[in-house]
């Protein structure tokens, strides 16, 4: 009977934070839908917001997406080599490293930002294009797909599995390509899973970074929310969750495919 | 062979490695020669402590991001091992919804806050139409630290659920068997089980609050937590030697956190993010 | 999983590869769309020069804050800002001199010799209040009101430490409880009092929040409110506060090693021409250049006798003093 309490108890708990959660996205949602929201729902349904903005902030889901696709690349082309490098050579010089990686993420993203702008504001080429941003981007979110594919690697007996298949002849890139990536393929997807999320919600930096030729979508809804209507700013949001969603989808379907894989 | 292998090795980690000596090692000490050069100097890295309004900034900071990263290990941690070990319809959708706000910028989370809690807000409703009087917390800590819970949950509960599956159903078994009650086995077994996960999730949630700054901006609350105080030294006269002194100690502070976390989590255990 | 990488770099390296844009740009900063419509503006100004300014929402303490930050390297070619800031970038070096069009026609007071800055506009501090989100409570009248508990959560005034019209809102609140721009204890007095009245203080301009009922009463500008009221048919009013207030002006630079720097003199001629006058005039602000006001704006305006409450301040003054005040802000209304 208790157990039968309790866990009531914790379904309430989990239906309590889920509604939290969602209840507010519902809100932003029919607030982009009604024509005016102060008078609420009886004043009518119009999708006149999202056409507005559409035509006002279009270009920040673009750059979002350039930005968060191109941070993705970067990371799985540095972030990769160096987690296996990582888990191949667990010593004292590599934990300063994965510490060192870390750095990033803890200091205020302001601060890297000043620091970009003050060091290399000069170029102006590359003060002003989305490069720019998109290096903020990769320093923030590089930890991030580090950790989870060296969590994957560190799991696995790596060292059986090369030696396998190095006494079978396998060159170091056959290894590399055909033992060490299939096989952290689950860490390097929820890594990818990360970085993209984390990229495309990224404001504490790219606020500073951008300028207003390169706005990302989180800076154009600061925008957005402080000087249009409301209307406008959940309009903005239900474009956001139209961009988010499917994104989410597709990255935890091939997680999914990934694991069914393994089995 | 080996010295082969090294060199190879070493090859795989230059370009992460040149990445972020260019742009965050150099920019990082460019930034804290700024910091040094302001008309407090050196000095400057100890008016955290020193100046009462920053340091009441950074007490405010600390404690906001220590009660939300409890209270988040206390609601994702009962709501991750349930969703772990009970299958249900709708199980899969569920888990979605409540891992996407992960996508959030803190602009759009401070938003939701104040559809929730603002003056026009849901919260604000429902007490209106049963008290009569408004409910209006969204500028307040409480909207903050709603504020914060909203994007620490999602980040916590995945990780949460990963440990829970990894956990051995056999050695709850056993202690049940041996007659333990209810509050025992969590204490005594799940939570230990699950404290790699708790403890690594938990110290990104602590780091994630520290220096959440959109959330602050768009609540525009009277409190200023330090990324807040950080700002507005920059607006401020343009007062980059002391911005950039406060954001290297917050980084440092926070860093500690995170090693220290690391630590206790086990060496080598290098914690899913 | 190869497959899927190979494409992942493949789509990289094409989208590294696009060539930027080729337009005629002008980069400003600050320069709100909803803002003293800036948006009409700024769309006059592509139609009428071929040039494309993106809007940008920094408040004018961000704008200078990060001119100062890429000074080596500005990314601006103007900036838009209140007197006082202007007069700081001044100090600071980052913008530099251009006399536009029509500079002869700019009050003395309105401008900087040198021509470092001009008023292009200006308008006058009061309350900005939604009627309808009051909740039947009356229409405050009075700086004094807005400290009654009847309002309370219902106040909201942007951030003197960050947006010019805080601090211009702050010395006109000083100035009309007699205190002066050496004295700010009347201001911080009355900034604690309303402390007790649980204000919202927002760092960026919240038009928006006024609309949609979140802040009921805004110490803002008039032009504001009479775009509220006209343009999107709110039930707004517009308050001048019975102990009195201020006009403040609102000034153009060109920043200094502008990278369109043609394009950014144009620009700022644009804006005193006569259309460039004409759409601030209907925009209900007061344009430097008063001849634009057209007799039909005017007419939205409260009556002169209102107006007669609202004082001016000398602005080099109010620049100097503002750090002092808002660093006791800072440490005092907590």
């Known amino acids: 009977m208790t157990r039968t309490g309790s866990f009531y108890a914790q379904l309430a708990v989990t239906a309590l934070i889920g509604a939290f959660l969602i209840v507010p996205v519902i809100l932003s949602v029919v607030a982009g839908l009604t024509v005016n929201f102060f008078q609420g729902l009886k004043s009518g349904l119009t999708l006149r917001w999202i056409g507005e903005v559409w035509s006002l902030y279009s270009g920040t889901v673009y750059l979002s997406l350039l930005v968060a696709f191109a941070c993705l690349g970067a990371t799985l082309l540095l972030g990769v080599p160096a987690a296996y490098v990582l888990a191949k050579r667990q010593s004292r010089w590599t934990r300063l490293v994965e510490e060192l990686l870390m750095l990033p993420v803890a200091v205020p993203g302001l601060a890297t930002a000043l620091a970009l702008i003050l060091l290399y504001g000069g170029f102006r080429e590359f003060r002003t294009s989305w490069h720019f941003i998109l290096v903020g981007h990769v320093l923030f979110t590089l930890p991030f797909m580090v950790r989870a594919v060296l969590a994957v690697l560190t799991s696995i007996d790596l ?105 | 062979m080996r010295r082969r292998e090294n060199l190879l090795l070493l090859l795989l980690m230059a370009p992460a490695a040149a990445a972020f000596a260019a742009f965050w090692l150099l920019p990082m000490a460019r930034l804290a020669a700024v910091a040094g050069s302001g008309p407090l100097g050196i000095a400057a890295y100890a008016a955290i402590l020193t100046n009462p309004r920053y340091f009441a900034s950074l007490v405010a900071t600390i404690l906001l991001s220590a009660g939300v990263t409890g209270a988040t290990l206390l609601l994702a941690g009962v709501a991750g091992v349930f969703l772990a070990r009970n299958y249900f319809p709708g199980r899969s959708l569920l888990l979605a919804l409540l891992t996407f706000p992960l996508a959030f910028p803190g602009v759009v989370v401070g938003f939701m806050v104040i559809m929730l809690a603002g003056r026009q807000g849901f919260i604000g409703d429902i007490v209106f139409r049963l008290s009569g009087s408004r409910l209006v917390f969204a500028y307040s800590m409480t909207g903050l630290f709603m504020g914060y819970l909203y994007f620490s949950i999602p980040r916590v509960i995945l990780t949460v659920i990963a440990g829970a599956e990894k956990l051995d159903a056999a050695l709850e078994e056993a202690a049940r068997s041996l007659g333990a009650g209810r509050w025992r086995i969590v204490r005594d077994v799940i939570i230990p089980g699950l404290r790699p996960a708790l403890i690594s999730s938990g110290a990104i949630c602590f780091a994630t609050s520290m220096g959440a700054f959109g959330t ?34 917050l980084g440092f502070i926070t860093w500690l956190v995170l090693a220290l976390a690391r630590s206790a989590a086990g060496s080598g255990v290098a914690a899913a993010a | ?55 940008d929402n920094k408040n004018s303490g961000q704008a200078l804050s990060q001119l100062i930050a890429e000074k080596g390297n500005p990314v601006a070619d103007v900036v838009y800002y209140g007197v006082s800031f202007g007069i700081q970038a001044q100090e600071a070096g980052v913008v530099a001199t251009y006399e536009p069009l029509h500079w002869d026609e700019i009050p003395a007071g309105l401008k900087d010799p040198g021509g470092a800055w001009f008023t292009i506009h200006s308008g006058t501090l009061g309350f900005f209040v939604n009627k309808d989100a009051l909740g039947g409570k009356p229409v405050p009248r009075s700086w004094a009101d807005l400290t009654k508990p009847d309002y309370k959560g219902m106040v909201g005034y942007l951030d003197p430490s960050s947006a010019f019209v805080g601090y211009a809102g702050a010395v006109a609140v000083n100035q ?149 005040f808002v660093d006791r802000y800072l440490a005092e209304v907590r």
């Open chain 1, 159 to 263: 060292a059986t599995l090369e030696e396998g298949a190095s006494s079978l002849g396998a060159s170091f890139a056959q290894r590399f390509f055909g033992i060490v990536l299939p096989n952290c393929r689950s860490g390097i997807l929820a890594g990818a899973l990360m970085v993209v999320t984390l990229s495309i919600g990224e404001f504490n930096m790219t606020w500073m970074l951008h300028t207003p030729l390169t706005k990302t979508l989180p800076v154009g809804f600061a925008d957005s929310y402080a000087s249009m209507r409301i209307e406008i700013g959940s309009a903005y949001t239900i474009v956001f969750f139209f961009m988010i969603v499917p994104l989410l989808l597709l990255v935890q379907r091939f997680a999914r495919l990934g694991a069914l894989d393994r089995q």
């Open chain 2, 216 to 249: 602050a901006f768009t609540l525009a609350t009277n409190i200023d937590v330090l990324p807040m105080t950080i700002y507005t030294e920059f607006t401020l006269n343009a007062n980059f030697a002391m911005a950039a002194s406060l954001s290297l100690v």
């Open chain 3, 1 to 55: 999983m190869a497959r899927s990488l190979g494409l992942a770099l493949v789509a990289l390296v094409l989208l590294l590869g696009r060539p930027a844009t080729a337009q005629p740009t002008a980069i400003c900063y600050n320069c709100p769309p909803e803002w003293a419509d800036w948006a009409s503006e700024l769309k006059a100004i592509q139609v009428k020069l071929g040039i494309t300014v993106p809007q």
């Open chain 3, 176 to 324: 009309a409880l007699g205190g002066s721009l050496d004295d700010f204890g009347p201001a911080i007095g009355y900034f604690k009092r309303l402390l007790k009245n649980d204000p919202i203080v927002p760092k960026q301009t919240s038009y928006a929040r006024v609309l949609s009922g979140e802040i009921p009463i805004l110490v803002d500008y008039d032009f504001n409110a009479y775009r509220a009221k006209y343009k999107d048919q709110a039930n707004v009013e517009f308050v001048i506060p019975a102990e009195g207030t201020l006009a403040v002006p609102y000034v153009m630079s060109l920043v200094k090693d502008a990278p369109h720097d043609e394009n950014g003199r144009k620009m700022l001629d644009f804006v005193l021409s006569d259309e460039g006058q004409a759409i601030w005039g209907n925009a209900f602000l007061r344009p430097v250049r008063a001849a634009a006001l057209s007799p039909e704006a005017k007419a939205k305006f409260l009556p002169e006798s209102e107006y007669a409450r609202v004082k001016a301040v000398d602005f080099a003054k109010m620049a100097a003093a503002q750090k002092t």
